[in-house]
């Protein structure tokens, strides 16, 4: 038997945990055709993968994986559910096609509520941007709930989202003017509400008073009484311009429900005094209370109340200012003034085609035109 030096074994022990080692490891293809194959996948969830060495990979970044036996298959079955998902939303993101996010950030959200993780905010932002410009405002809340609550806790430099839009809101109070605090369709109030009530549950303390304001005007435009003002009462309104937000709100359940009173008073004599941001709502539920007045000076003022928002806020809130000619046209309808009805109907068909009341119209104009 021929003897073996100690630096013989060490060699062949080198070898053989060499061969052990590159049986052992993982082969990861990264879709810039990166190959890593020196390193095991430790651990994978719908956050990414994570290596023996500690690095971090997210799901988009992944091309395919060849992983120990018994993890293949579901490894396989998130990387196709999740990681192609992801992907598309990068995509989306980086040129500024908001709406193409809608069908990607729907199939995710339900894997992603409730998480707190960098992905997990991507799927909540790319979510309400695509509901919005889906025209689902009322949906958008609930993705907008979680996407604030993930950001109130970190700094701007800790956000990394694909392209150039970074969504804009105010801390103390939790609103955003990217969602005003209108909504126009009963049935999608109602349908959002749970979510909504949901996700503010599940925010981390302390919860900013604007969340209620948000629930509480849904309830109020879904016609659950009790639960607008449930959450309504809860506002304190120690910051002026949720104290402006919830006189508002008065004023919007005083004219749905058909009975106009103290709220819509105060709402008028303060007028000149709201803050800029909240003066538009105000306008609209102002013009609102006096189309239905048997007094034509007053339906006329709330017709220029109304036509208002077109003039001045038809970029920064152009939902609102279609819901202004929108109502407007209704009571030129009843006047029978078909002229000015038909002008401000190609103004609002023209200027705001994206909003819900730009469809209502098409779809009214469809059914006039069905044999």
């Known amino acids: 038997m021929w003897p073996v030096s100690s630096s013989g074994i060490a060699l062949v022990l080198a070898v053989v ?4 080692a590159e049986v052992r490891a993982d082969r990861i293809i990264l879709r810039n055709l990166e190959v890593i194959s020196d390193r095991r996948v430790a651990e994978f969830n719908e956050d990414g993968l994570r ?14 994986a060849q992983v120990s036996p018994d993890q293949q298959a579901a490894f396989d079955r998130m990387q196709d559910e999740i990681g192609n998902q992801l992907y598309r939303l990068h995509q989306r993101l980086a040129v500024g096609d908001y709406r193409g996010l809608l069908e990607h950030a729907e199939a995710l959200y339900p894997r992603y509520a409730g998480r707190d993780s960098e992905t997990a905010y991507l799927v909540f932002q790319s979510l309400m941007w695509g509901r919005l410009a889906a025209g689902q405002r009322e949906a958008a809340v609930e993705p907008y709930v979680r996407a604030f609550d993930y950001l109130q806790r970190r700094t701007p430099s800790d956000i990394r989202l694909p392209g150039g839009r970074r969504l804009t809101f105010d801390r103390p109070t939790g609103m955003t003017a990217e969602l005003v605090p209108l909504w126009f369709d009963a049935e999608a109030c109602r349908a959002a509400l749970p979510g909504v009530l949901r996700a503010i549950g599940e925010m981390a ?3 900013p008073e604007g969340m209620r304001i948000y629930y509480g005007t849904l309830a109020l435009s879904a016609g659950e009484w009790a639960e607008a003002r449930r959450a309504l009462t809860g506002v304190l309104g120690q910051q002026p311009r949720l104290a402006e937000l919830l006189t508002i709100a008065v004023a919007q359940g005083e004219v749905l ?3 106009p009173g103290a709220g819509l008073a105060r709402l008028e004599e303060t007028l ?5 941001e909240n003066r538009p709502l105000a306008l609209y539920w ?5 189309l239905d007045s048997p007094d034509p000076k007053r339906r006329q003022d709330g017709m220029l109340q109304l036509l208002e ?7 920064t809130y152009p939902d609102v200012a279609a819901a202004g ?3 407007t046209m209704s009571a030129l309808a009843q006047d029978q003034n078909d002229a000015a009805q038909a002008k401000l109907r190609r103004e609002l068909l023209n200027q705001y085609k994206q909003t819900y009341h730009a469809d209502q119209v098409r779809k009214s104009l469809d059914r006039k035109s069905d044999p």
């Open 272 to 276: 000149d005094k709201l803050t800029p």
């Open 257 to 259: 429900g058909g009975t």
């Open 17 to 20: 945990f060499a061969e052990v």
């Open 309 to 315: 928002l077109p003039a001045w806020y038809g970029e």
């Open 205 to 207: 303390e302390p919860r």
């Open 286 to 290: 102002l013009g609102r209370s006096k």
């Open 51 to 64: 290596l023996d060495d500690g690095t971090r990979i997210s799901w988009e970044r992944v091309e395919r």
């Open 325 to 327: 000619l929108y109502h």
